[in-house]
């Protein structure tokens, strides 16, 4: 296994291509969580992704798990909920408490690869404005939600959290339907699993996920900055 170790103070990363087959998608060791270098990393098809005893490890998979815009899948069931609107959902309106839910420990886990280094890089990344939330609320409690980082026309889903049966769906589903309004192009889900694979999302080769990124990395989208309830068509 031939990995870049990256310098620590002003890290270059290799290209995509150079990442190793197993495990899958690793491509570097090293560096540091600066925004700068998120943002340098994220623009080449490039996430973070370790452990509280590992030192920083940088991904690109061979395979990268989307959702095309346009082509979420909703249940009855999900849909049903969205109808009833139930629930408020807003967005970057308490984007630390959305990333701190993600970071628990789940289903008995007691590790979590959202360690206090990498949480205080994602807000300074929503401090400058690249990095969202969407929360799902009922009354004052939060109840759901997903945070990612912005690149262009693909927003990069980080994780999301659920306190309620469908929660975390509820926010992609707000999330998905204004990354459509706004004419982004991919939700990078980054790694499958059953979850996302139900909801439409859909494994692409790095080599056109990366000819996509590159296209409209630099195009600008607004994003909203309200607590008012996203619109959901009925």
């Keep these: 296994m031939n990995l870049t170790l990256l310098d620590s103070h002003q890290p270059v990363f290799p290209h995509p ?129 997903i945070y990612g980082v912005a690149v262009g026309d693909v927003f990069c889903g980080e994780s999301m959290f659920s306190r309620v049966t469908d929660g975390s769906k509820i926010a992609m589903a707000y999330l998905c339907h204004w990354l459509y309004q706004q004419e982004f192009r991919l939700l990078d889900c980054q790694i499958e699993n059953p979850h996302l694979i139900s909801m439409g999302a859909e494994l692409m080769p790095r080599d056109e996920f990366l000819e996509l990124l590159l296209a409209g990395r630099d195009r600008i989208h607004k994003w909203p900055k309200t607590a008012e309830p996203v619109p959901w068509p009925v």
């Excluded at 998979?61 to 069931?77: A, F, T, Y």
């Excluded at 959305?98 to 929503?126: F, K």
């Design 17 to 145: 291509s150079q990442a190793v087959r197993e495990p899958d998608g690793l491509l570097a060791v090293g560096g540091n969580l600066s925004p700068s270098t998120l943002i340098d990393a994220y623009r080449q098809g490039i996430f973070p992704w370790y452990q509280d005893d590992d030192p920083i490890l940088w991904w690109s998979p061979s395979e990268r798990c989307v959702i095309q815009m346009g082509d979420l899948h909703l249940s009855k069931s999900l849909r049903r909920t969205l109808r009833r609107q139930q629930y408020t959902v807003t967005t970057d309106q308490d984007f630390a408490a959305v990333l701190e839910a993600c970071a628990a420990p789940r289903d008995g886990d007691s590790g979590t690869w959202i360690t206090a280094e990498m949480a205080e890089a994602y807000i300074q990344l929503h401090q400058i404005g690249q990095a969202h939330s969407v929360e799902v609320w009922e009354s004052e409690q939060l109840l759901g939600g």
